[in-house]
């Protein structure tokens, strides 16, 4: 059964558009929802997360929104660049154990 | 550099031999995360040591097994190994036993021949 679902699994953007990627859960214990990003040959790295009592969050050209009634949430990349290519996970975690389950994952290309 | 070494960064091995993959945590972090990367089964928790003591275990196998010493480095022991353990497997620490952010290191690629 796979708790968190995540789309698209791969995703091409020009340089200077935005990235959306998609994740939507099952468990309405989930407290704690992280997006990380992982570069090849890399280990995953935490991006942004979010709490589900806020809407959205943004760090820099970075923003999740978060719809807790339909258990949904996204990843909106701005101004996408070539650097930000690489493979982004979302996660949903419970009760202070932060232990993530994460989804399948997004390759998100970003043409120059 | 997340600062979580792991090594080998790869190993090369045949079915039905046994590995050990070594982790040291951040400077400081008391909590060990294990996870497993696969092409099908993605990205999945396995085990969680902190302070040199079980905290949490995920979906890891009966043949994997897991340890923290007290200088906090954890080794992850794989046993009997089969075609379908190849992977990739990350450590990940935490400052504290449900520290929201892990330290991912660079991973350790399993080859099963």
């Known amino acids: 059964q796979q708790q968190v679902k995540q789309s698209p699994q791969s995703l091409i953007v020009q340089k200077g558009g935005i990235s959306i990627i998609n994740c939507a859960y099952e468990?309405?214990?989930?407290?704690?929802f992280p997006w990380y990003q992982q570069f090849p040959g890399k280990g995953p790295a935490l991006l942004i997360a979010?709490?589900?009592?806020?809407s959205e969050k943004k760090e820099g050209r970075f923003t999740i929104s978060f719809n807790k009634s339909a258990k949904q949430f996204s990843l909106h990349i701005m101004d996408s660049q070539p650097g930000d290519s690489a493979t982004y996970f979302c996660?949903?975690?419970?009760?202070?154990?932060?232990?993530?389950?994460f989804g399948r994952g997004t390759s998100l290309i970003v043409h120059p | 550099d997340s600062g979580v070494t792991q090594t080998p960064k790869h190993l090369i091995t045949a079915t039905g031999q046994r590995v050990t993959l070594r982790c040291s945590p951040r400077?400081?972090?008391?909590?060990v995360y294990w996870y497993q990367q696969s092409l099908d089964q993605g990205l999945q928790f396995l085990i969680q040591?902190?302070?040199?003591?079980?905290?949490a275990k995920g979906n890891i196998l009966e043949r994997f097994s897991a340890q923290q010493f007290p200088d906090l480095h954890s080794e992850l022991n794989l046993s009997s190994l089969e075609l379908g353990d190849s992977a990739l497997y990350f450590c990940?620490?935490?400052?504290?036993?449900?520290?929201?952010?892990?330290?991912f290191g660079p991973g350790t690629r399993l080859t099963v021949l």
């Open positions: 990940a620490s935490s400052v504290v036993y449900s520290g929201d952010e892990q330290f």
């Open positions: 040591y902190y302070n040199g003591e079980e905290r």
């Open positions: 400077s400081g972090d008391l909590s």
């Open positions: 468990n309405t214990a989930f407290d704690y």
């Open positions: 996660a949903a975690s419970t009760g202070g154990s932060y232990i993530p389950t």
């Open positions: 979010i709490r589900p009592d806020v």
